[in-house]
């Protein structure tokens, strides 16, 4: 299968990496040619517009910072839709909104060419050794067809239903996911201020019900002092409020979830937009005035998943077969 793909940022780089260190014929297309150069040079192939990519391919992946962003590349006079062939599969692996997924996804059909909404979760890390977990919206015999792509780029695989599913799990993973940086960095603080050794509140966390994925990943970063987890807080803010979103359409009156927004938009003022997603933690500094670190806590972050190929299809997917 030719594969093309779309969108070679912090999450697709390393997603399209997988892809080549599996072998698989590659096109890749970036805002940046110069993204795309080391790419290039393990074998990849260009293609100067989406159209060109999707006409030369089987599937095409995009993996774009904004439902916004990804409807220009899709729908524009040279975008993927001009170019994508009849029988052909989209996966959209970008954390974006149900109802464009399924908007989009009613173009691609019209087109004779089969939508997936295909987000992933777990860290840049886990995205860059294949590591990475990833949902699966679209039909059972798509899904079984893209299989093979899928799990080349990721180790446990959930098949979640019809097409827009799985970009709704996504952003309710994220919301969690956010809910924790907030109340971790709110515990670290209590800790700090409370004459806690910081390494020390670290482990009592991570051997108790306290424990989480965010913690083991987000407060080594902040108390190593790095803050870097590849991720910022323009997309934190745009991820939540896709869960809102979800939440209103539904009906839903949230009360944790509007007060994170109001956090991350009062972070991104005093921070800036591109200031990474843990440095939230600074609001709570000032407060203290002290840095919340832990000398000589470890500069890279510790994860016990395997750095070897191989796929867990989560139970309740199992391919047919």
């Known amino acids: 299968m030719k594969l093309g793909f779309i969108g070679l940022g912090n999450v697709g780089g390393k997603l399209a990496g997988s892809l080549l260190r599996n072998g698989f014929d590659l096109t890749v297309r970036d805002l940046n040619r110069e993204t795309a150069a080391p790419f290039m040079a393990r074998g990849a192939s260009w293609a100067d517009s989406p159209a060109e990519l999707a006409n030369a391919v089987d599937m095409v992946i995009t993996c774009l910072p904004s439902p916004e962003i990804c409807a220009s590349v899709m729908e524009s006079e040279d975008g993927v839709l001009s170019g994508l062939k009849s029988g052909a599969l989209w996966a959209e692996m970008s954390t974006t909104d149900q109802t464009e997924v399924l908007r989009l996804g009613a173009l691609v059909k019209d087109k004779g060419a089969l939508p997936m909404d295909c987000p992933v979760s777990g860290g840049c890390h886990r995205a860059a050794t294949g590591n990475i977990s990833i949902f699966v919206g679209c039909d059972r015999p798509t899904f079984e067809r893209a299989f093979p792509v899928i799990q080349a780029m990721g180790r446990r695989i959930l098949h979640t239903g019809e097409l827009g599913s799985a970009s709704v799990l996504k952003v309710l993973t994220n919301y969690l996911a956010t809910a924790n940086l907030v ?13 806690l050794d910081l390494a020390t509140t670290y482990e009592a966390i991570r051997i108790s019900s306290g424990n989480s994925f965010v913690h083991e990943t987000e407060s080594q970063v902040i108390l190593n002092g790095s803050r870097n987890i590849n991720f910022t807080m323009d997309l934190v803010i745009k991820d939540i409020s896709l869960f809102q979103d979800v939440a209103e359409r539904a009906g839903l009156p949230l009360e944790v979830s509007p007060l ?15 200031e990474w997603s843990p440095n939230i933690v600074k609001r709570l500094e000032e407060e203290c005035g002290a840095e919340i670190l832990a000398p000589g806590f470890p500069a890279e972050i510790e994860d ?14 199992t391919l047919s077969n």
């Open 183 to 195: 109340t971790l960095c709110e515990a670290l603080a209590t800790a700090q201020q409370s004459g």
């Open 260 to 274: 994170l927004i109001e956090i991350f938009k009062d972070g991104l003022e005093r921070y800036g937009a591109r």
């Open 304 to 317: 016990d998943e395997p750095e070897v190929p191989g796929y867990e299809v989560v139970p309740g997917t």
